[in-house]
């Protein structure tokens, strides 16, 4: 089996876009510790901005699409990637 090795930019971009399709979500803070970035800070804006239109939902650190967003998993995926 191959594996590909991804720039750190990339593997984040794949592991949030993976992630939100995922039921329990994204938790922001143990992904900071993963790529040592503050991805809650980082992603602030958007987070606020998703959350306030009904695509978003934050639960303490944990960040998930909402079943209104995983209909339009990809426009609320790509509001993250223009952020990186």
């Known amino acids: 089996m191959d594996s590909e090795i991804l720039p750190e ?7 949030l876009m993976l992630g939100l399709r995922l039921r329990e979500g994204l938790d922001l803070l143990k992904l900071s510790g993963v790529y040592d970035i503050d991805l809650a800070g980082l992603f ?4 606020r901005s998703l959350e306030g239109i009904g695509m978003l939902e934050v ?3 944990v960040i998930r ?16 990637m ?3």
Do not use: A, K, P, Y
């Open 9 to 15: 930019e990339e593997s984040l971009g794949e592991t």
């Open 44 to 47: 602030s804006g958007t987070i």
């Open 59 to 61: 639960e303490g650190d």
């Open 65 to 80: 699409l909402t079943r209104e967003g995983l209909f339009v998993s990809n426009s609320v995926i790509s509001e993250f």
């Open 82 to 84: 223009l952020v990186q």
